[in-house]
């Protein structure tokens, strides 16, 4: 009975979290859809983007599977009458569901394995490639009439652009390499061809038949004039770097958060630490607290026996000027000084949130797993 309940609830149990997995796959495509197209990225960086984005959707499509194979397997046997017969026979829904119980605890442990392990590695992977495909700029690739500018430094338009032969017609180009924001460098020709090496570092642009317009500013005048200069040629060769269109994928460093990648076993001691640091600063607080409240009554105590024939008095007006803005300055020290380890206090509360929030996600899609079973 156990082989044959087990086998009816498997089955369910994997086509749902296919379909699940499907469908919160293709969420996500249609999100990113947009930002995927037109980048001339390769089949294999959108396939590990994928697979790292399905290791990230576990969480969600593992308890649904959970629950609608439950409720499948468990129905089925209701709807057949088999149930019923069991229970007829003196066998109690507990015992008719033990396989499943145990079946429920070892996917349970497995997931507490995946999140523990795999989970954060898999995120850390993901964002950060989401993060490098969502900063590429298009590739290269002219539409008539329209300027495109994904090239460094480079405006071009082409007024038709022959994909196949790769010939441009009515070409004006804005070339503002240079460091200067206005375009100095204006190229226009009649017609050219357009080809790229073949490493897809560099795009060869011949051009035939045109003008070009530089204007160039003379340097060590306070005002700055400006010398036009405009010259003909019959054929020009450009070479334009086109490595800003290259995928690249950023250090994972940079996008790395220590509480995701540590263990549960790590996170209690970063915890502890991170509490025993906590009370340092709140120890030191309550001391700079306290020495200033000190300092206060002191002072009223003193001001109390003096009173009208206090040192104050007696000073001269320019003693008593010095006197006050010391007395503001020491104040104002004070208060920044309190200030600045509360805010310390603060921050070291909230990274000991952020531990632990980390340490009961380890748990949570174990116990989610359970729950819906």
Same mark, same amino acid.
């Given at each position: 009975?156990?082989?044959?309940?087990? !086998?009816?609830?498997?089955?369910?149990?994997?086509?749902?979290?296919?379909?699940?997995?499907?469908?919160?796959?293709? +969420?996500?495509?249609?999100?990113?859809?947009?930002?995927?197209?037109?980048?001339?990225?390769?089949?294999?960086?959108?396939?590990?983007?994928?697979?790292?984005?399905?290791?990230?959707?576990?969480?969600?499509?593992?308890?649904?599977?959970?629950?609608?194979?439950?409720?499948?397997?468990? %129905?089925?046997?209701?709807?057949?009458?088999?149930?019923?017969?069991?229970?007829?026979?003196?066998?109690?829904?507990?015992?008719?569901? !033990?396989?499943?119980?145990?079946?429920?605890? %070892?996917?349970?442990?497995? &997931?507490?394995?995946?999140?523990?392990?795999?989970?954060?590695?898999?995120?850390?992977?993901? !964002?950060?490639?989401?993060?490098?495909?969502?900063?590429?700029?298009?590739?290269?690739?002219?539409?008539?009439?329209?300027?495109?500018?994904?090239?460094?430094?480079?405006?071009? $338009?082409?007024?038709?652009?022959?994909?196949?032969? %790769?010939?441009?017609?009515?070409?004006?180009?804005?070339?503002?390499?240079?460091?200067?924001?206005?375009?100095?460098?204006?190229?226009?020709?009649?017609? %050219?061809?357009?080809?790229?090496?073949?490493?897809?570092?560099?795009?060869?642009?011949?051009?035939?038949?045109?003008?070009?317009?530089?204007?160039?500013?003379?340097?060590?005048? $306070?005002?700055?004039?400006?010398?036009?200069?405009?010259?003909?040629?019959?054929?020009?060769?450009?070479?334009?770097?086109?490595?800003?269109?290259?995928?690249?994928?950023?250090?994972?460093?940079?996008?790395?958060?220590?509480?995701?990648?540590?263990?549960?076993? +790590?996170?209690?001691?970063?915890?502890?630490?991170?509490?025993?640091?906590?009370?340092?600063?709140?120890?030191?607080?309550?001391?700079?607290?306290?020495?200033?409240? !000190?300092?206060?009554?002191?002072?009223? &105590?003193?001001?109390?026996?003096?009173?009208?024939?206090?040192?104050?008095?007696?000073?001269?007006?320019?003693? +008593?000027?010095?006197?006050?803005?010391?007395?503001?300055?020491?104040?104002?020290?004070?208060?920044?000084?309190?200030?600045?380890?509360?805010?310390?206090?603060?921050? $070291?509360?909230?990274?000991?949130?952020?531990?632990?929030?980390?340490?009961?996600?380890?748990?949570?899609?174990?116990?989610?797993?359970?729950?819906?079973?």
């Amino acid at each position: 009975m156990s082989v044959l309940l087990l !086998r009816s609830y498997i089955g369910p149990f994997i086509v749902t979290l296919m379909v699940a997995m499907f469908i919160f796959e293709m +969420q996500f495509i249609w999100v990113y859809l947009d930002e995927l197209l037109g980048k001339g990225l390769s089949g294999w960086v959108i396939v590990k983007l994928l697979v790292f984005a399905s290791a990230r959707l576990v969480n969600m499509a593992l308890p649904l599977a959970i629950l609608m194979s439950s409720i499948m397997t468990m %129905g089925a046997l209701a709807e057949n009458n088999e149930m019923t017969a069991m229970k007829s026979a003196g066998v109690s829904l507990l015992h008719i569901m !033990r396989p499943l119980i145990f079946f429920s605890i %070892g996917l349970s442990m497995l &997931a507490f394995v995946f999140a523990n392990n795999i989970w954060p590695v898999a995120n850390l992977k993901f !964002r950060t490639m989401l993060f490098s495909v969502l900063k590429q700029k298009p590739a290269l690739n002219l539409t008539d009439g329209v300027f495109y500018s994904g090239i460094e430094g480079v405006s071009i $338009r082409a007024g038709r652009n022959n994909t196949d032969t %790769g010939e441009l017609t009515d070409v004006l180009i804005y070339d503002h390499r240079g460091g200067e924001k206005a375009n100095r460098t204006v190229i226009r020709a009649k017609r %050219g061809t357009m080809e790229q090496t073949s490493d897809k570092r560099y795009l060869i642009l011949t051009l035939f038949e045109g003008y070009t317009y530089d204007d160039q500013k003379e340097k060590k005048i $306070r005002e700055p004039k400006h010398a036009l200069i405009e010259g003909q040629f019959g054929r020009m060769e450009l070479r334009m770097d086109l490595s800003s269109l290259l995928f690249s994928a950023d250090n994972e460093e940079v996008m790395k958060n220590p509480a995701e990648m540590m263990s549960v076993s +790590q996170l209690d001691k970063a915890i502890d630490s991170l509490n025993l640091l906590i009370d340092t600063v709140e120890q030191q607080y309550a001391h700079n607290t306290m020495r200033l409240v !000190r300092k206060r009554l002191e002072g009223d &105590a003193e001001q109390a026996q003096l009173a009208t024939t206090s040192l104050y008095d007696s000073a001269s007006e320019k003693s +008593q000027q010095q006197a006050v803005m010391w007395a503001k300055e020491n104040t104002r020290k004070s208060k920044d000084l309190l200030q600045r380890q509360h805010d310390e206090l603060k921050s $070291r509360q909230k990274n000991v949130n952020r531990h632990k929030i980390e340490w009961h996600r380890k748990f949570f899609l174990a116990v989610v797993c359970l729950v819906l079973f």
